[in-house]
């Protein structure tokens, strides 16, 4: 079996990383939507899903570096994943359980500890519990999550195909 398919599957997740970054792009500078700390974090993580399937598609790997890069991508999109159920949650959550505003993040990580920075952006702020805008009556975070599981279903599919024509393969002696 060609590995072309697989190929096209890590450059069609790139695709489709590029279209919601420049969608996430629109909506803070054409939209004028400010994003919160855990909208940045998703974005950070769909950049580096979106970097390393660009890699995986024009790097034309073998089998087992095709496996270590289906592993990365899905790793990023689970990450994503996590922090986008992270703030559903929060949105979905009564609002007296919001957490109090925090300055940027640049502030604390100044002051702070990257740690401490980092499980505080993690609990969510005010700023993520905002729903200010949605499309078919689902927010930005949901959609977020829709689009990383989305991507780990791809994933998932690449490597059913890849351990189902490594049993396929006739075994050479």
């Known amino acids: 079996m060609s590995l072309a398919p697989s190929r096209s599957l890590f450059f069609l997740a790139f695709l489709a990383g590029v279209l919601t970054l ?8 054409g939209a004028s939507l400010r ?4 909208c940045q974090m ?3 993580f769909l950049a580096a899903f979106t970097l ?3 890699v995986a598609a024009l790097h034309n790997p073998k089998r087992s570096v095709l496996c270590l890069y289906g592993l990365a991508s899905m790793g990023f999109a689970l990450l994503g994943a996590m922090t986008a ?3 559903v949650l929060l949105q979905n959550a009564a609002p007296d359980q919001a957490a109090d505003c925090w300055p940027s993040l640049h502030f604390m990580i ?3 500890s990257l740690w401490q920075a980092l499980q505080l952006t993690v609990k969510g702020t005010v700023d993520c519990v905002e729903i200010n805008w949605t499309l078919f009556d689902l ?5 977020s999550l829709l689009f990383f599981v989305g991507m780990l279903i791809l994933g998932a599919l690449q490597f059913s195909r890849l351990l189902w024509s490594q049993r396929l393969r006739p075994a050479r002696h």
């Open 110 to 112: 100044e002051n702070l």
């Open 42 to 44: 998703q974005r950070v």
């Open 22 to 29: 420049g969608a996430s792009f629109y909506l803070e500078f």
């Open 85 to 87: 159920v992270r703030q």
């Open 139 to 143: 927010s930005l975070p949901e959609w």
């Open 35 to 38: 994003p919160c700390f855990l």
């Open 52 to 54: 390393i399937n660009l």
